[in-house]
């Protein structure tokens, strides 16, 4: 079982990045994959999550509106689309799965990807 994260990168305030997670090793539409971040000197939190078996999304308040959950058709791919990035989006993105149904919390999460890091800066 793999998670692999990508697609972090530098942008600018206001900007925009999509970073994408690919799965291998297992059936992704038996499980439902979050996006989490860490920044510096904090806790991991949770953002978005998808349960792929009926689609379903949930985002917290702090990105709702500006980050958006999906998953490629036909791949093993969930993509998180970030728009109007703030400085305060700064911090390692990691991906995780777990079996069926999405939850925001990182310890009920069984797989891990290794985190992709995006910066907001000017």
């Known amino acids: 079982v793999q998670l692999q994260a990508s697609g972090g990168g530098l942008v600018q305030p206001g900007g925009s990045l999509r970073i994408s997670c690919d799965a291998s090793?297992?059936?992704?539409?038996?499980?439902?994959i979050a996006w989490f971040r860490r920044a510096p000197g904090q806790e991991r939190v949770g953002l978005s999550c998808l349960t792929t078996r009926d689609g379903k999304t949930y985002n917290v308040d702090s990105v709702r509106g500006r980050f958006t959950i999906s998953k490629e058709n036909a791949e093993p791919t969930v993509h998180l689309q970030m728009n109007n990035l703030k400085y305060e989006d700064t911090a390692v993105y990691y991906c995780a799965a777990r079996p069926f149904v999405g939850d925001s919390r990182p310890g009920v999460y069984d797989f891990w990807g290794q985190g992709t890091l995006v910066t907001v800066s000017s």
């Open positions: 090793g297992f059936n992704l539409d038996d499980y439902a």
